[in-house]
T-cell receptor
Framework: EAQVTQNPRYLITVTGKKLTVTCSQN?????MSWYRQDPGLGLRQIYY???????DKGDVPEGYKVSRKEKRNFPLILESPSPNQTSLYFC?????????????FGAGSRLTVL | GEDVEQSLFLSVREGDSSVINCTYT??????LYWYKQEPGAGLQLLTY?????DMKQDQRLTVLLNKKDKHLSLRIADTQTGDSAIYFC???????????FGRGTSLIVHP
């Protein structure tokens, strides 16, 4: 089944404890992206990647890192989490091409930083 | 998300039609999208429309595009409780691969 898989789905952590949210897609998509969703603010893009070893900042990159060493994986790294990073995180991927380039989203990772 | 605007809430009675509106800013957007987010889940594509079309119909869904006014709407006929969700409008400015999303409209369907 074509899908984007995120782990963990739920995580409670404490301020300053490094964590990684993994994202993997099995559709051979070039484009991958991380979003955070907060009430009243909609989806805000954190980082995106157009292909392997190519990453760029989105609208809210502060406090986050990403890497794209392989095409299928795009982990989100919080080196020193803070409470304002408590949020619902989504990974998404899409093909690159002349068509509609529809995004496929993961199920989400709910992160709470105490 | 400020480039794509939508109202935050819409409440309708079961069986009525729902119309969710969206305005966007980039006239060069090639495609415009509607994504649906059900409670506790990620977003899923509901439908999209190519910019040279005025209307697209798919069963209970009708998408209308007014390029002159940069206005996109999603009409759901015979709205059911299962349609309760957040609906996101999105554009791909300049035909890029990086979509811009609105803040989402929460559709509440009551009996």
């Amino acid at each position: 089944e074509a899908q984007v898989t995120q782990n963990p789905r739920y995580l409670i952590t404490v301020t300053g404890k490094k964590l990684t949210v993994t994202c993997s897609q099995n559709m051979n998509h070039e484009y991958m992206s991380w979003y955070r969703q907060d009430p009243g603010l909609g989806l805000r893009q954190i980082y995106y990647s157009m292909n392997v070893e190519v990453t760029d900042k989105g609208d809210v990159p502060e406090g986050y890192k990403v890497s794209r060493k392989e095409k299928r994986n795009f982990p989100l790294i919080l080196e020193s989490p803070s409470p304002n990073q408590t949020s619902l995180y989504f990974c998404a991927s899409s093909p690159q091409g002349a068509g509609a380039n529809v995004l496929t989203f993961g199920a989400g990772s709910r992160l709470t930083v105490l | 998300g400020e480039d794509v605007e939508q109202s935050l809430f819409l409440s309708v009675r079961e069986g009525d039609s729902s119309v969710i509106n969206c305005t966007y800013t980039d006239s060069s957007s090639t495609y415009l999208y509607w994504y649906k987010q059900e409670p506790g889940a990620g977003l899923q594509l509901l439908t999209y429309i190519f910019s040279n079309m005025d209307m697209k119909q798919d069963q209970r869904l009708t998408v209308l595009l007014n390029k002159k006014d940069k206005h996109l709407s999603l009409r759901i006929a015979d709205t059911q409780t299962g349609d309760s969700a957040i609906y996101f409008c999105a554009e791909n400015p300049g035909g890029s691969y990086i979509p811009t999303f609105g803040r989402g409209t929460s559709l509440i369907v009551h009996p």
